[in-house]
């Protein structure tokens, strides 16, 4: 007569271990496998280091322009103030005559220079084909600077050069392509 008690039990016991192993419903599964996107966490590996940080969008925009000055608008450039195109003595600095200096724009891959003046690249904010907007290292001798400036090809075939002049205003300077140039 001991036996029936424990043969009653085994069928339902049976059942209920077999429902313990069997897979979960989505229901059961929760929010996280029915859509959520799922969060890193720190691994079991006892180092501290933790999961590593979701991106930011700074970070992602950053990411996505190129670090370089656009092809198009690389070269020689000459300040749009003669009325016509550059001749190639517009655009010579050794020249006999000191009328050039400070008006021969050079555009490299990784900045620019001006006389005795230019940048490299820090940080760009926005990049096209035809156009940058940046951050550059603008130091002059011992003084370190950042200049904030925006390089735009225009219609006509002119460079507008757009400064920061830090006190909420921009100047704007036209640039025209010393021949021989693209």
């Known amino acids: 007569m001991t036996r029936r008690p424990f043969l009653r039990l085994a069928a339902p016991l049976t059942l209920l271990a077999l429902a313990a192993c069997s897979p979960a419903t989505e229901e059961a599964l929760?929010?996280?496998?029915?859509?959520?996107?799922?969060?890193p966490v720190e691994p079991d590996g006892g180092?501290?280091?933790?999961a590593p940080p979701l991106p930011t969008d700074t970070q992602a925009e950053a990411e996505e322009f190129a670090q370089t000055m656009p092809n198009a608008i690389r070269g020689t450039w000459r300040e749009?103030?003669?009325?016509?195109?550059?001749?190639?003595?517009?655009?010579?600095?050794?020249?006999t005559t000191n009328r050039n200096f400070g008006k021969v724009l050079t555009i490299r891959e990784d900045g620019y220079s001006l006389f005795e003046t230019g940048g490299d690249?820090?940080?760009?904010?926005?990049?096209?084909?035809?156009m940058i907007d940046a951050t550059?290292?603008?130091?002059?001798?011992?003084?370190?600077?950042?200049?904030?400036?925006?390089?735009a090809?225009?219609?006509?075939?002119?460079?507008?050069?757009?400064n920061d002049d830090g006190d909420?205003?921009?100047?704007?300077?036209?640039?025209?392509?010393c021949r021989g140039e693209g």
């Open 30 to 39: 929760g929010d996280a496998e029915a859509g959520e996107e799922m969060i």
């Open 47 to 50: 180092t501290g280091a933790g």
């Open 80 to 95: 749009d103030n003669l009325g016509r195109a550059p001749t190639a003595e517009d655009c010579n600095q050794t020249s």
């Open 121 to 130: 690249i820090i940080e760009v904010h926005n990049r096209t084909d035809e």
């Open 136 to 151: 550059f290292n603008t130091s002059y001798g011992d003084r370190p600077s950042r200049a904030r400036k925006d390089f």
């Open 153 to 162: 090809l225009q219609p006509g075939g002119t460079l507008a050069v757009n």
């Open 168 to 177: 909420g205003r921009l100047s704007v300077t036209q640039y025209r392509r």
